[in-house]
């Protein structure tokens, strides 16, 4: 029969993305990515720490408004000498605050244990989130590095990233017909990581698309120009971790793991899984480079390929021809890309907001927080005389470090 002329039909010209073409993010892949959840499969690879079941009591202090923090130090009753009628009620505070630990004591003392197990000194995250927006209120300034309960409390409480985790976990899910999740069945724990000092330089953030790595780049956005010559050795370890570690065993086909590979360079740490999903930064790749990168076709008898193998190994696909053909071709091997950050980038500069800008308060703020609900009142009741005129509003001089806002930009 001869061939018919093909018929001319009018491609449809194509349309502009009016939004980033994610495939619908289900709550199972949020759950897929909490600690509690993959921490036991990776353990060896992990990064030392202890998890803590939260109870609801210890939820809602979290939630609370205000800062209020237990009593490092024990109470005794009055000397024996000691006279009430001598007192005045401008001595005492005649509203204590309640020791807020006293409705969650067993993990108040898991977190102390906890704490003196590692060391001394941990790093807190929830599920997802670490409190890294929240460490200019630290008494280690700009570090998680925690001593206390106390220290864990303060973070915790001061950190938006923490309330997302509580109260936003499944914004932005479709919701699953095999079960109907909120955000009251998530299992919130407290994850305490041992505390050590981070070389920023040896962090990594790393996509994973259809089960294969797409692209790697530094998490801190500073320019480190000892990297550029180790870019493949980086990508080799990184990829050699991947395919024995991760590949087959993450539930999910898309997520991305961030990892710290510290000197010599050759043993991969692993810090963290995030979802794929537009609440994770792309840090140096743009979301839409991600999406639509052009990924190469698996090869037939590749594992996840999709082909039956025992059907392919019945069938003679195999000629001289053939043969001879695959003798000429060379096989180019297909490798993700690995950024790092330029010298003359912008993000290598100050030029842009600082990092967690947005969560900076003044000072006076921050001290009246840390003295309580009275300290809170007083700050309330001086403002408002500002702001009616009775007192005159204070100014720092251009050269007074103290007037000016707490910086809480970076985190380890």
């Known amino acids: 029969?001869?061939?018919?002329?093909?018929?001319?039909?009018?491609?449809?010209?194509?349309?502009?993305?009016?939004?980033?073409?994610?495939?619908?993010?289900?709550?199972?892949?949020?759950?897929?990515?909490?600690?509690?959840?993959?921490?036991?499969?990776?353990?060896?690879?992990?990064?030392?720490?202890?998890?803590?079941?939260?109870?609801?009591?210890?939820?809602?202090?979290?939630?609370?408004d205000g800062i209020i923090l237990p009593s490092e130090t024990p109470t005794f009753p009055p000397p024996s000498t000691y006279n009430p009628s001598s007192?005045?009620?401008?001595?005492?505070?005649?509203d204590p605050d309640p020791d807020p630990s006293l409705s969650f004591p067993a993990i108040h003392q898991a977190i102390k244990e906890t704490i003196h197990e590692l060391g001394g000194l941990?790093?807190?995250?929830?599920?997802?989130?670490?409190?890294?927006?929240?460490?200019?209120?630290?008494?280690?300034?700009?570090?998680?590095?925690?001593?206390?309960?106390?220290?864990?409390?303060?973070?915790?409480?001061?950190?938006d990233f923490v309330t997302h985790d509580l109260e936003h976990a499944f914004d932005g899910c479709e919701e699953e017909e095999e079960e109907s999740l909120t955000k009251e069945n998530i299992k919130y724990v407290l994850v305490l990581r041992k505390w050590f000092k981070v070389n920023p330089s040896c962090e990594f953030r790393c996509f994973v698309r259809e089960r294969r790595?797409?692209?790697?780049?530094?998490?801190?956005?500073?320019?480190?120009?000892?990297?550029?010559?180790?870019?493949?050795?980086?990508?080799?370890?990184?990829?050699?971790?991947?395919?024995?570690?991760?590949?087959?065993?993450?539930?999910?086909?898309n997520f991305v793991f961030d990892i710290?590979?510290?000197?010599?360079?050759?043993?991969?740490?692993?810090?963290?899984?995030?979802?794929?999903?537009?609440?994770?930064?792309?840090?140096?790749?743009?979301?839409?480079?991600?999406?639509?990168?052009?990924?190469?076709?698996?090869?037939?008898?590749?594992?996840?390929?999709?082909?039956d193998l025992p059907l392919l190994e019945s069938l003679d696909l195999s000629s001289d021809e053939d043969t001879q053909d695959d003798m000429d071709v060379e096989e180019v091997e297909w490798k993700p890309e690995i950024r790092?950050?330029?010298?003359?980038d912008p993000e290598a500069y100050s030029f842009a907001s600082p990092q967690y800008s947005a969560h900076k308060l003044p000072r006076e703020v921050v001290q009246a927080s840390a003295d309580?609900?009275?300290?809170?009142?007083?700050?309330?009741?001086?403002?408002?005389?500002?702001m009616d005129g009775e007192v005159e509003l204070q100014t720092g001089s251009g050269d007074d470090d103290d007037d000016e806002p707490v910086d809480k930009t970076t985190a380890p």
């Open 260 to 307: 710290y590979l510290p000197e010599p360079y050759d043993k991969v740490r692993l810090m963290d899984i995030n979802p794929w999903a537009p609440r994770t930064d792309p840090l140096l790749f743009s979301w839409l480079e991600l999406l639509t990168m052009p990924l190469p076709k698996p090869l037939l008898g590749i594992p996840d390929s999709g082909v």
């Open 122 to 159: 941990v790093a807190p995250k929830l599920n997802w989130s670490a409190p890294k927006d929240a460490t200019w209120i630290s008494m280690k300034k700009n570090s998680m590095e925690c001593a206390t309960p106390n220290d864990i409390y303060l973070l915790l409480k001061s950190s």
């Open 372 to 386: 309580g609900e009275t300290g809170m009142r007083e700050f309330a009741d001086q403002w408002q005389k500002m």
């Open 213 to 253: 790595v797409i692209g790697v780049c530094q998490r801190d956005l500073n320019h480190f120009e000892f990297l550029f010559p180790m870019k493949e050795q980086l990508r080799e370890v990184i990829l050699e971790y991947f395919e024995k570690t991760l590949k087959g065993t993450f539930p999910d086909g």
């Open 1 to 64: 029969m001869p061939a018919l002329d093909p018929v001319d039909v009018p491609q449809p010209e194509p349309q502009p993305l009016t939004r980033l073409p994610f495939q619908p993010v289900k709550k199972s892949h949020i759950l897929h990515c909490s600690y509690d959840y993959w921490h036991s499969k990776y353990r060896s690879s992990a990064l030392k720490s202890r998890i803590i079941p939260l109870t609801p009591q210890f939820l809602s202090y979290l939630r609370e």
């Open 340 to 344: 790092f950050v330029r010298k003359d």
């Open 87 to 94: 007192s005045t009620s401008s001595d005492w505070d005649s």
